[in-house]
């Protein structure tokens, strides 16, 4: 299979096949629950993931969390807690968002701050053989200059990359530098190290939790595009530069940012959805089911009408399982289609052309129904292609929790109206929740009710 290689900037031959692929993702600094654009890049990483688990890869995943950082720092002050309490609960909040989008957990979540001990032994290795050094006040730079490599994922010069830089504030050396180790300040969390209190920079904690649960090199390493300069940049550089082996990673993958009409969505722009939200709207199949409708590398626009057509194609999935043919008729051959669906997954996770397939073997289902033919084996495959990307197509639409009480309300009235043999008026709210996709069914306990879409 071919997977597009943001270092070379472009399509390379990838072997899926014998042994363990080993996969890590950029994690989320847990400060703030989770938005869209969180959802757009895990459920990607998670379909490439799934995907080479389709076609016999056994992936090790690691996906870190980043349990220190200045924004978890200043949330925790505004708000008045402690720290570790507000990592604890958007740690619990990712988990509750991941598994509702029918994300497979990773192998392994290694936080930050468990792997202090990893990154002195990584951070202590580049100084000794010259490639970092340490400032006055304590903290720790990596020496840009020491590696000449600098730039390949960027695809830039770092001399015009430190043309860019204006300002020098910290006590660097080059403007380009940067911390490795950040010395403490008054009334913040901090470790103490080799070289005086203080606490991780950003970047050396993917590098040491990478090689302390991976290794040295790394099949695939992901993040969005947004991560490329500088985080990717600086992981290469140290992790290169500590352990001599190059390549640290041999395939590099990012995904496209997410749009709101034309703005890339982030918090500072208030285009915020968080997760939740999205799944109160649509289910979680129709949330996968829109991010996958586009290529992986472009821009994603959000848009309800775009999300509302995802949740009509589940839909379709879901009804050709219904469908029903005869078994002694000619049976629907199945096999094109799931050629045309690896064909596409193999050029580059294309899931756009992949779910063609897929809509195109249900329309051959359905055809096959119809004239009466066999259809239970091209079922199962649909089945198969459906799971490859993570779909589940059995939840429908889950409800908020003010429509359930709208519901349990309508079902009370409802009753009470039975109650006075008033059948008319039972009837009309019968028929209003059967117009909100609401069954009910009046049996020897109450009446119960359930979701028809
Ligand atoms: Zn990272």
Same mark, same amino acid.
């Given at each position: 299979m071919k997977i597009f290689n943001t270092l070379s900037g472009q399509k390379e031959e990838f072997s899926p096949t014998g042994?363990?692929?080993?996969?890590?993702?950029?994690?989320?600094?847990?400060?703030?629950?989770?938005?869209?654009?969180?959802?757009?890049?895990?459920?990607?990483?998670?379909?490439?993931?799934?995907?080479?688990?389709?076609?016999?890869?056994?992936?090790?995943?690691?996906?870190?969390?980043t349990d220190i950082d200045d924004k978890i720092i200043n949330r925790a002050k505004e708000r008045g807690v402690p720290w570790r309490e507000l990592v604890e609960k958007y740690i619990g909040k990712f988990f509750t968002d991941i598994d509702a989008l029918n994300i497979k957990r990773a192998t392994i979540y290694p936080r930050a701050t468990e792997s202090i001990g990893k990154m002195h032994e990584v951070i202590q290795g580049l100084?000794?053989?010259?490639?970092?050094?340490?400032?006055?006040?304590?903290?720790?730079?990596?020496?840009?200059?020491?590696?000449?490599?600098?730039?390949?994922?960027?695809?830039?010069?770092?001399e015009e990359m430190r043309n860019k830089i204006t300002m020098l504030t910290e006590d660097k050396e080059d403007p380009l530098d940067f911390a490795l180790w950040k010395a403490a300040k008054p009334g913040e969390p901090f470790w103490p190290s080799p070289?005086?209190?203080?606490?991780?920079?950003?970047?050396?904690?993917?590098?040491?939790?990478?090689?302390?649960?991976?290794?040295?090199?790394?099949?695939?390493?992901?993040?969005?595009?947004?991560?490329?300069?500088?985080?990717?940049?600086?992981?290469?550089?140290?992790?290169?530069?500590?352990?001599?082996?190059?390549?640290?990673?041999?395939?590099?993958?990012?995904?496209?940012?997410?749009?709101?009409?034309?703005?890339k969505m982030s918090k500072s722009l208030g285009n915020l959805v968080t997760i939740k939200q999205a799944l109160e709207r649509n289910s979680s199949d129709a949330i996968r089911m829109f991010i996958m409708s586009s290529y992986y590398r472009m821009p994603l626009r959000y848009s309800?009408?775009?999300?509302?057509?995802?949740?009509?194609?589940?839909?379709r999935l879901r009804q050709?399982?219904?469908?029903?043919? =005869?078994?002694?008729?000619? *049976?629907?051959?199945?096999?094109?289609?799931? !050629?045309?669906?690896?064909? #596409?997954?193999? @050029?580059?996770?294309?899931?756009p052309q992949a779910l063609a397939a897929v809509f195109d073997l249900v329309r051959e289902?359905?055809?096959?129904?119809?004239?009466?033919?066999?259809i239970q084996?091209?079922?199962?495959?649909?089945?198969?292609?459906?799971?490859?990307?993570?779909?589940?197509?059995?939840?429908?639409?889950?409800?908020t929790s003010d429509e359930e009480s709208k519901i349990e309300a309508l079902i009370a009235r409802r009753n009470e109206h039975?109650?006075? =043999?008033?059948?008319?008026? *039972?009837?009309?709210?019968?028929?209003?929740? !059967?117009?909100?996709?609401? #069954?009910?069914? @009046?049996?020897?306990?109450?009446?119960v009710w359930k979701t028809t879409r």
């Open positions: 042994g363990e692929v080993k996969m890590y993702v950029c994690g989320v600094t847990v400060y703030d629950v989770c938005h869209f654009g969180h959802a757009l890049s895990y459920v990607t990483f998670d379909v490439m993931r799934r995907y080479l688990e389709y076609r016999g890869c056994k992936v090790k995943y690691v996906q870190n969390f100084m000794d053989k010259g490639h970092a050094y340490r400032s006055d006040d304590g903290s720790v730079y990596f020496r840009v200059k020491s590696f000449p490599r600098y730039g390949q994922l960027t695809h830039q010069d770092p070289w005086g209190d203080g606490r991780p920079g950003w970047h050396i904690e993917c590098t040491a939790m990478s090689m302390q649960h991976l290794g040295q090199t790394l099949d695939i390493h992901g993040g969005g595009q947004d991560l490329i300069f500088p985080h990717h940049e600086n992981e290469i550089a140290q992790s290169e530069c500590f352990s001599g082996v190059h390549p640290f990673v041999r395939i590099w993958i990012h995904n496209g940012f997410l749009q709101l009409g034309s703005d309800l009408e775009a999300l509302d057509a995802a949740e009509n194609g589940i839909e050709a399982f219904k469908a029903e043919g =005869k078994n002694d008729g000619e *049976a629907v051959d199945a096999e094109p289609f799931k !050629a045309r669906f690896i064909d #596409a997954m193999d @050029d580059d996770f294309n899931a289902i359905n055809r096959g129904a119809e004239k009466g033919m066999n084996g091209a079922q199962n495959m649909l089945r198969e292609l459906s799971v490859a990307l993570g779909l589940t197509l059995q939840q429908t639409k889950k409800l039975r109650k006075a =043999k008033e059948w008319k008026k *039972a009837d009309e709210i019968r028929d209003e929740l !059967a117009g909100m996709g609401i #069954a009910i069914e @009046d049996t020897s306990r109450g009446t």
